[in-house]
């Protein structure tokens, strides 16, 4: 199908035709010569040269333009996509110059439109950023004056920009919580500032205080110092009061006149607590003597504690003087401070000895109490009661004597002697205790063996003759868990029954366990010689073969006999 302006030219030429006949037609009639006609008709092809000329130039101009307008618009596009951070601009390779030139006026529009929407953005970013790093003592986000802000700027400034005012929040709330933990200590212990960075942070309004960080570690080492100040204060107090209480105590003043209730700042309270410790010093010169004595009934209370000997109780010929001057109170004084320090600094040995000693008591009575047969007929769980107590103490004083034995160790090496207890190694003690302990149940033990042996011989008539042919050579029972041996004489029967080793012998400390070859051959002699004896058997036997031999030598005895139904209990 023919475009519109080729038919356009075509009505233009058929125009042409049209009007130059009708124009030949106005000559004719006229009447002009040839020469006058050629003349004409060259005129108005001139006319219509010219116009189509002046035309074409025009167009061509508008081509320039065009081509010289694209080229602008394409060195714009190119800056603002290199300011922007941009890809290039392509553009359609099919476009005509109008269009091409339509389509990169539109686009630098566009361009231009986003670089002042970064400019103005980035100018309220950073204000913004500039106060909040101005109240936080901060370096703000750095962007070169007039230089477009690449959409990565952009998004780092913002994140800047919350973070300090995230930060700037939390170092607020530490600012707020800081000074008023500030200002109650400074009223507490009674403290003006008297610092400039002390009258800013406590006595400014908020907003101006700036939030760097230094400052904020000011005011935590003020808050520290105050504090400590405040601990200071306390402890100050505290020794006062100790002070105070340990005067009433003696001077012996009345409970209804103790009184130690104040109110206010430390600082108040402290000037107060002094001036009745002054007032009690006063009272205790006047009562010298009565102090004096109280000092040293507290002397002889902390030597007791701390297992002082006679010997170094006489040390201190202080105490025997009847001259009460302030002189001879300062020493008690000092001499008093002086074996508190001591007793606090090892309280936990003195403690775990006097808890020894308290456990060993009870442990003695345990076993005084084991030993006597009317415990069995107790009822009520009081025996098991008391066996379980027993054991453990059995397991606690060993645990309690290796404790004793490391704070005893740490005492000589700090001190560099030997502690003694009444001039004798408390180790030493405790093993002689126990071996004086292992000694008495072995003399017990003994004197039960030789009230066997002494016992009234008992005569049972005999059931039937010995005869070595079809009677046994011995019968053995047990009765209640002891080993019974029954041996013939001339006269009667005797049994003799070897104790059953208690449950808790294993338990002993290694003392009661070895006893000493002395004691060994004690034990021995201690024995009746049944087996030397005419007539009977050997209670000792170690064999079967003995066993046979005594037998054998009691079957030549006319009148032996052996019962084996009758026992005679010691």
């Known amino acids: 199908m023919p475009r519109q302006s080729e038919a356009l030219a075509s009505s233009i030429i058929h125009l042409l035709n049209v009007k130059m006949a009708k124009l030949q ?15 004409r008709m060259g005129s108005v092809k001139n006319h219509i040269e010219m116009l189509l000329n002046e035309m074409i130039h025009e167009e061509e101009l ?21 300011e922007l951070l941009l890809d290039l601009y392509k553009a359609d390779k099919n476009s005509t110059p109008l269009q091409l030139e339509k ?63 995230k930060e700037k929040e939390h170092r607020l709330a530490t600012f707020l919580g800081l000074r008023h933990e500030i200002t109650n200590l400074m009223a507490n212990i009674d403290h003006v500032p008297d610092t400039t960075f002390e009258k800013d942070a ?16 000011s005011l935590e080492v003020l808050r520290l110092q105050l504090v400590k ?94 001259n009460f001057t302030e002189e001879l109170l300062r020493v008690h004084d000092e001499e008093l401070l002086k074996i508190t320090l001591y007793y606090e600094k090892y309280q936990e040995l003195f403690d775990n000895f006097e808890k020894w ?18 415990r069995y007929a107790n009822r009520g769980g009081t025996l098991l009661k008391e066996e379980k107590e027993r054991t453990q103490l059995q397991k606690k004083l060993p645990k309690l004597e290796e404790e004793l034995k490391l704070n005893i160790l740490k005492w000589e090496t700090e001190q560099g002697s030997h502690f003694m207890i009444n001039g004798q190694k408390p180790m030493i003690y405790i ?42 050579l011995s019968k053995i029972r047990k009765l209640n868990g002891t080993s019974t041996i029954i041996s013939s004489g001339s006269a009667c029967n005797r049994v003799i029954k070897t104790p059953r080793k208690t449950p808790n012998a294993g338990k002993l400390p290694d003392p009661l366990q070895r006893p000493s070859l002395q004691d060994k051959k004690t034990i021995d002699t201690s024995i009746p010689n049944v087996a030397r004896q005419p007539g009977t058997f050997n209670a000792l036997v ?7 031999r005594d037998l054998s030598r009691k079957s030549n005895c006319v009148k032996g006999q052996l019962n084996s139904t009758t026992l005679e209990n010691p």
């Open 25 to 39: 037609d106005v000559w004719d009639v006229i009447g002009i010569q040839e020469e006058k006609r050629l003349e």
């Open 542 to 548: 170690t064999s079967y073969s003995e066993f046979s």
């Open 357 to 374: 000693e308290r456990w060993w008591k009870l442990f003695l009575e345990f076993e005084k109490k084991a030993s006597d047969p009317n």
């Open 202 to 217: 406590v006595l400014e309004q908020e907003d101006l205080f700036f939030l760097s960080d230094e400052n904020i570690k």
């Open 431 to 472: 093993a002689t205790q126990w071996e004086q302990h292992r000694f008495k149940k072995e003399q017990e033990k003994q004197e039960r063996c030789i009230k066997k042996d002494d016992a009234p011989i008992c005569r049972t008539p005999l059931k039937r003759p010995l005869c070595p042919s079809n009677t046994p």
């Open 229 to 322: 100040r405040k601990e200071e204060l306390l402890t100050m107090q505290e020794s006062l009061k100790e002070q105070i209480h340990s005067l009433w105590i003696t001077l012996q003043i009345p409970t209804e006149q103790q009184n130690m209730e104040t109110t206010g700042p430390i600082c108040e309270v402290n000037a107060v607590l002094q001036q009745n410790l002054e007032q009690l010093q006063q009272m205790k010169i006047k009562n010298i003597k009565e102090v004096i004595t109280g000092i040293r009934e507290k002397l002889h209370t902390y030597w007791d504690k701390c297992l002082y000997s006679q010997k170094q109780r006489e040390e201190s010929d202080f105490l025997r003087s009847e």
């Open 103 to 165: 389509e990169l006026r539109d686009e630098v529009t566009t361009l231009l439109k986003e670089r002042n929407f970064r400019m103005e953005q980035c100018e309220i970013l950073l204000k913004e950023d500039q106060a909040l790093c101005t109240d936080l003592c901060k370096t703000p986000y750095y962007i070169p004056t007039g230089k477009v802000p690449s959409l990565q700027q952009i998004e780092e400034l913002k994140n800047h920009i919350m973070s300090a005012a």
């Open 62 to 82: 508008l081509n320039d333009q065009l081509n010289e307008a694209i080229h602008n618009w394409q060195e714009k596009l190119q800056d603002l996509c290199s």
